[in-house]
């Protein structure tokens, strides 16, 4: 052992003073050089996985981690675009209040019909602690969606405009000419004027009136005309678009007081420049 330790101790220090063995040293390192790298390459995968199977655990509960953080990303993303679209539906919603001088209370749509008997209707997540009444107007920010039919004390439901049971009296734009609208679900609500010599015509524009047993409250758009029946028979009537969107309702405001002076026609959309 001692003879070994001396003879290595004198090759470093020939070694290290004249590079004896640098062309032996080279000559190893091009004749393994290459059986080195196969063994890297074939068996290097295979330690490196060996090495990660005590990681497993860890790695899963990473690979947990991160899809409940994108699922929380994907989640923030959606809120945010709803709040954002409900913001917008808000502001409209206030202008029309402000503009008709409407009490409101907004309320967010949470169920829709049937029930009561009624195939059109839809549940708000505002009640009588909110000041909701029976009979009180619904709208959003584009007319008229409904009336409330029945309250307890954090919902109400609504039923709406639409429904072949509801019935709206109205008055029409400029004219002040008197009629009824009912509703008939998808297809376009039906005007039926009370003087059968005015005339309608298609772009027309419909607010909420006195006419009738009418709880809505006046001035209220309704919708807009878009074609004109004549029949002998039965007399004129008329197809009428709903402003409200009533197969997408999510914000809507309860009106909670009668304004002191009738809009008329003040919170109609302006009309198109042609």
């Not at 001692?2 to 004198?10: E, Y």
């Not at 195939?119 to 009979?135: K, M, P």
């Not at 107007?137 to 309250?151: A, E, N, S």
């Given at each position: 052992?001692?003879?070994?330790?001396?003879?290595?101790?004198?090759?470093?220090?020939?070694?290290?003073?004249?590079?004896?063995?640098?062309?032996?040293?080279?000559?190893a390192?091009?004749?393994?050089?290459?059986?080195?790298?196969?063994?890297?390459?074939?068996?290097?995968?295979?330690?490196?996985?060996?090495?990660?199977v005590?990681?497993?655990?860890?790695?899963n509960?990473?690979?947990?981690?991160?899809?409940?953080?994108?699922?929380?990303?994907?989640?923030?993303?959606?809120?945010?675009?709803?709040?954002?679209?409900?913001?917008?539906?808000?502001?409209?919603?206030k202008?029309?209040?402000g503009?008709?001088?409407f009490?409101?209370?907004?309320?967010?749509?949470i169920s829709?019909?049937?029930?009561l008997?009624?195939?059109?209707?839809?549940?708000?997540?505002?009640?009588?602690r909110?000041?909701?009444?029976?009979?009180?107007?619904?709208?959003d920010?584009?007319?008229?969606?409904g009336?409330?039919?029945?309250?307890t004390?954090?919902t109400c439901v609504?039923?709406?405009?639409v429904?072949?049971?509801?019935?709206?009296?109205?008055?029409?734009?400029?004219?002040?000419?008197?009629?009824?609208?009912?509703g008939?679900?998808?297809?376009?609500?039906?005007?039926?004027?009370?003087?059968?010599?005015?005339?309608?015509?298609?772009g027309?524009?419909?607010?909420?009136?006195?006419?009738?047993?009418?709880?809505?409250?006046?001035?209220?758009?309704?919708g807009?005309?878009?074609?004109?029946?004549?029949?002998r028979?039965?007399?004129?009537?008329?197809d009428?678009?709903?402003y409200?969107?009533m197969t997408?309702l999510?914000?809507?405001?309860?009106?909670?007081?009668?304004?002191h002076?009738?809009?008329?026609d003040?919170?109609?959309?302006?009309?198109?420049?042609?």
């Amino acid at each position: 052992m001692v003879v070994l330790l001396v003879l290595s101790a004198m090759f470093v220090t020939l070694d290290y003073q004249s590079g004896s063995f640098d062309g032996l040293r080279s000559g190893a390192a091009t004749v393994f050089g290459p059986v080195q790298r196969g063994f890297s390459a074939t068996f290097g995968p295979v330690g490196r996985f060996v090495g990660g199977v005590a990681h497993i655990g860890s790695t899963n509960e990473r690979i947990a981690e991160l899809q409940r953080t994108n699922a929380d990303l994907r989640r923030q993303v959606r809120e945010s675009a709803l709040d954002a679209e409900r913001a917008d539906e808000l502001d409209d919603l206030k202008l029309l209040a402000g503009l008709g001088q409407f009490r409101i209370v907004p309320g967010v749509a949470i169920s829709f019909g049937p029930s009561l008997g009624f195939e059109w209707t839809v549940t708000l997540d505002v009640g009588s602690r909110d000041g909701v009444a029976e009979g009180m107007t619904v709208v959003d920010g584009d007319g008229l969606v409904g009336r409330v039919k029945r309250v307890t004390n954090r919902t109400c439901v609504v039923v709406l405009a639409v429904d072949p049971g509801s019935s709206v009296g109205v008055r029409q734009e400029g004219s002040g000419s008197l009629g009824l609208v009912t509703g008939s679900g998808l297809s376009p609500l039906n005007y039926t004027p009370l003087d059968q010599r005015g005339g309608i015509r298609v772009g027309d524009r419909l607010v909420t009136g006195p006419y009738g047993g009418s709880t809505y409250v006046p001035g209220v758009p309704v919708g807009e005309v878009v074609h004109v029946n004549t029949d002998r028979g039965s007399g004129t009537s008329a197809d009428v678009r709903p402003y409200a969107r009533m197969t997408s309702l999510d914000l809507v405001g309860v009106v909670l007081a009668v304004p002191h002076t009738d809009p008329r026609d003040s919170l109609l959309p302006p009309k198109p420049k042609r």
